[in-house]
């Protein structure tokens, strides 16, 4: 008798399939994916209520000195699955998600050739779907070179689309400009939220990053929106070893903007915590930062030196006057001095300048029960960083420094001598480094300058918060009052961002605001942040306007439940937030340049009654030339109530509703 090698034996006990369809529903069957093979390739479409929302969209990977992975394939088996779970978050927008899907996996394989294995994996779930390539070791197939992906987004040409561009010298950093997919001639950054004609809301991510450039989009020579993954400085979009998969190709479905911004598909298509993660705390920290942005202090060393260890005590003592948790101290350390976008190679991670003693500051800090943030500014030089970053990550944690700032300011990374993408293979592959070494010394991060968040703070709930968007720091004139208006529908789709809130010196002609005084207590709700920065310095909350710093000192950080109350993109944005730890609510709206007048309603409340504190944009406030008018009221309100709310040319409310026991 013939003897097959476990490979035949597997595809000789399934019938091959060479032209098939089948289509996968969601849980509702409202969204329904169908998986094609035919002579032509492998593709997906999509329908939702019946309405396409994808056309036939290609499928495949391209390899080096290999044919390509996508025709000639035939079906050797599928697989389906359905989940219908709830689990509980470490910390985040909500306390308990559900994890609701069908699944369908098709094991493939080739009908000519080497005949290799493909395993394509979808989930559909009631508000969108995912799906991922995976290749397991098979004969003479080990080690693979990804030259491109396949993957198509075959949407509607006439959608709208909110993008930043991608492979630009600032990384994430631009403003968001609203334009149509035909448009989308060069690559774009993910998440990529659409309108399409059909009126439903998409947003196109990606979820579980690993060991993989990042996906971005662009139309491709058919004019179709496809995969663009960042590319190594050889070409390459990556270097892998078998078993492996790609991160999953996440669409968002929505019927309405706001339906968007409660979409958990990112965290539920990603790995429960790998370990004990109770040592993680979510935290409220102010920074020797700000004084440095206008003008006051330096980084660099020199008499207007900020990370000095007297300033450092003073800001401690502040801290905890004003009762937040930490502070975040910046330039504590040697290679600030000159021009220091270029002291990358040379930046000293575990020895402070002279006029800094961390000993001591370390000691004060404890006996005041205020955690302190380290900070590392690598300007994207990851070959000097790693070969420090397991001392540097030691010489914290023998300092009882629990959490850390890490920057990478440059415009490429310096990786292996060879300049690279930060979101390029490399990159990927150190910024998880540095994030699993943080966990073994239990340290939680604060990553700027990052890569995009792809959920893995479920995996890894030591990954707090990151930046990867324009925050505060580009104020000045670089932000319009739309900016905070299109974050939620776009950038926090894809988690949390340290926006570094709470200006209260807006008219400061060094960094003059285009925002309201009440509108920087709104941004504690409206955007999400693991760790939350109050950026301004300590006497614009003590002496200046204490009685609005009551609001940030009162806003939780951490949430059990968020409620959308309303939503356009670029226009307006308001939820409501239930804190974790207590059964107060907290509502945070901002507007766009243009004032308008909201009528909310508070039936997300529970039964009983609540104090709501108004923190409100006065009458006449405006962005412009009457920043700081702020009014402070206070009424009683049940679930039954509607409140009527002013806000100003790029302004904004906060609320706290306190239960009334």
């Known amino acids: 008798m013939h003897k097959r090698n476990f490979w035949d034996n597997l595809r000789y006990l399934f019938r091959r399939q060479k032209n098939f369809e089948y289509s996968v529903p969601s849980p509702s069957e409202r969204l329904v994916l169908k998986f094609i093979i035919d002579q032509s390739g492998l593709f997906y479409e999509v329908k939702k209520d019946n309405k396409t929302l994808f056309r036939r969209s290609r499928l495949g990977l391209k390899l080096k000195d290999e044919t390509p992975l996508e025709k000639n394939f035939s079906l050797v088996r599928l697989r389906n699955k359905s989940e219908n779970e709830t689990w509980e978050t470490a910390w985040g927008e909500e306390k308990e998600i559900v994890n609701h899907y069908n699944e369908t996996a098709f094991y493939l394989a080739e009908t000519s050739g080497k005949k290799r294995l493909l395993t394509l994996r979808f989930r559909v779930f009631n508000d969108g779907f995912a799906f991922r390539y995976e290749i397991q070791p098979q004969p003479e197939f080990q080690k693979l070179i990804i030259t491109d992906e396949e993957t198509e987004f075959n949407v509607d040409y006439n959608s709208y689309a909110w993008q930043i561009p991608a492979f630009e010298p600032d990384r994430y950093e631009y403003n968001y400009e609203k334009t149509n997919v035909y448009n989308l001639k060069k690559p774009v950054h993910t998440p990529l939220t659409l309108l399409s004609p059909t009126g439903d809301y998409l947003s196109i991510h990606e979820a579980a990053l690993y060991d993989y450039g990042e996906m971005t989009l662009k139309l491709n020579e058919k004019n179709v929106l496809a995969a663009d993954i960042a590319p190594l400085s050889d070409g390459a979009k990556a270097y892998v070893s078998l078993p492996w998969q790609t991160p999953w190709r996440l669409v968002m479905v929505a019927d309405s903007a706001i339906g968007l911004t409660t979409n958990r598909i990112m965290l539920n298509l990603n790995d429960p915590p790998r370990g004990d993660f109770s040592w993680v705390k979510p935290l409220k920290f102010i920074g020797i930062w ?6 006051e202090w330096t980084w660099a060393s020199g008499e207007r030196h900020g990370a000095t260890t007297a300033h450092a005590k003073e800001y401690i003592d502040a801290a905890k006057r004003l009762g937040v948790d930490g502070l975040l101290i910046e330039g504590w350390n040697n290679g600030w001095d000159g021009d220091w976008l270029k002291n990358g190679a040379t930046s000293d991670f575990i ?3 002279p006029d800094f003693n961390l000993d001591e500051v370390a000691e004060y800090a404890k006996n005041n029960h205020i955690e302190l943030i380290g ?6 030089f990851v070959d000097n960083y790693e070969r420090q970053l397991e001392a540097a990550y030691q010489y914290y944690a023998k300092h009882h420094v629990r959490y850390v700032k890490p920057g990478y300011a440059g415009s490429m990374m310096v990786i292996q001598g060879r300049r690279e993408w930060h979101h390029s293979q490399l990159g990927v592959k150190h910024y998880q480094k540095a994030l699993e070494l943080a966990a073994k010394y239990h340290i939680s991060l604060d990553v700027h300058e990052p890569i995009k968040g792809t959920g893995i703070e479920r995996t890894w709930p030591n ?27 776009t950038r926090l789709l894809s988690g949390g961002m340290d926006y570094t809130s709470g200006i209260f010196d807006v008219t400061n002609q060094n960094k003059r605001m285009a925002t309201t005084l009440a509108r920087q207590l709104a941004y504690y709700v409206t955007i999400f942040s693991g760790m939350q920065m109050a950026a301004d310095r300590p006497r614009f909350y003590e002496e200046v306007n204490k009685p609005a710093f009551k609001f940030i000192h009162d806003v939780p950080v951490s949430w059990a439940k968020t409620v959308p109350l309303l939503g356009e993109i670029g226009v307006s944005y308001a939820v409501a937030r239930k804190d974790r730890d207590s059964e107060d609510w907290y509502i945070g709206g901002v507007t766009n340049g243009d004032g308008r007048r909201v009528r909310l309603s508070l039936d997300f409340l529970d039964t009983g009654g609540y104090t709501a504190e108004i923190y409100r944009d006065g009458d006449g406030a405006h962005y412009r030339d009457n920043q700081l008018s702020l009014i402070i009221e206070s009424r ?12 100003a040319p790029g302004g904004g409310f906060a609320i706290r509703l306190k239960k009334a026991y």
């Open 290 to 295: 700000w004084a440095m942005y206008v003008g």
């Open 351 to 353: 020895h402070p300048q």
């Open 375 to 380: 900070h590392h500014e690598t300007v994207g």
């Open 463 to 489: 990954l707090l918060t990151r930046e990867g968007a324009r925050g505060q720091e580009y104020e000045g004139g670089a932000l319009d009052p739309s900016h905070a208006c299109i974050l939620p529908f």
């Open 636 to 647: 009683a309100v049940t679930k039954n109530d509607f409140l009527d709310l002013y806000m």
